[in-house]
T-cell receptor
Framework: DVKVTQSSRYLVKRTGEKVFLECVQD?????MFWYRQDPGLGLRLIYF???????EKGDIPEGYSVSREKKERFSLILESASTNQTSMYLC???????????FGQGTRLTVV | AQSVTQLGSHVSVSEGALVLLRCNYS??????LFWYVQYPNQGLQLLLK??????LVKGINGFEAEFKKSETSFHLTKPSAHMSDAAEYFC????????????????FGQGTILTVHP
């Protein structure tokens, strides 16, 4: 089975901190994604990557950046955390040319 | 551009009753359509998907959905609800590129929370 692992289930950070959310997949997938989930808004795409060191902005990239130095790892970075970034963050991976995305368990981030 | 609208943020049914969760989409290219389920404090799990071919697709746990191009709909049904079906359900769409493969990016609806009463 494909496994997508997010490093933390719960995080509490202070306003202004730099925050790193880590995601690792074990199936050699080319595509990786970061989504943000908020009640009533569904999931919204923050960034995605289709290859090492390649990235593209999603629908809500403001306040975020990403890093993909190795194929299996995709990091989401909050440069200066703000309270409006309190949310559930979901990582997903997908093989190139395929249709099914595999999701991690999510990281619930609270910024205080 | 793509978008998904799920009608009804909350649906409540009795155990054994029909489950119907509604999803309408818009897409400028032929769509791939998906239903995902999320149980509390978990990630998303794929229930079923439509890519090409038969418009009635069957998924896990007795769910099925029908792609209706003329209505731009992809409603999810299950004949008889079970308590274990209580969860949040998301409809999603992705686009096909010229080669018929998926772009990969999913656009999600707002989600529908399904409650099942004994």
């Amino acid at each position: 089975d494909v496994k997508v692992t997010q490093s933390s289930r719960y995080l509490v950070k202070r306003t202004g901190e730099k925050v790193f959310l880590e995601c690792v997949q074990d199936m050699d997938h080319e595509n990786m994604f970061w989504y943000r989930q908020d009640p009533g808004l569904g999931l919204r795409l923050i960034y995605f990557s289709y290859d090492v060191k390649m990235k593209e902005k999603g629908d809500i990239p403001e306040g975020y950046s990403v890093s993909r130095e190795k194929k299996e790892r995709f990091s989401l970075i909050l440069e200066s955390a703000s309270t409006n970034q309190t949310s559930m963050y979901l990582c997903a991976s997908m093989a190139f040319g395929r249709t099914e995305a595999f999701f991690g368990q999510g990281t619930r981030l609270t910024v205080v | 551009a793509q978008s998904v609208t799920q009608l009804g943020s909350h649906v409540s049914v009795s155990e054994g009753a029909l489950v119907l969760l509604r999803c309408n989409y818009s897409s400028s290219v032929p769509p791939y359509l998906f239903w995902y389920v999320q149980y509390p404090n978990q990630g998303l799990q794929l229930l079923l998907k439509y890519t090409t071919g038969a418009t009635l697709v069957k998924g896990i746990n007795g769910f099925e959905a029908e792609f209706k191009k003329s209505e731009t709909s992809f409603h999810l049904t299950k004949p008889s609800a079970h308590m274990s079906d209580a969860a949040e359900y998301f409809c999603a769409v992705s686009g096909q590129n010229a080669g018929g493969t998926s772009y990969g990016k999913l656009t999600f609806g707002q989600g529908t929370i399904l409650t099942v009463h004994p």
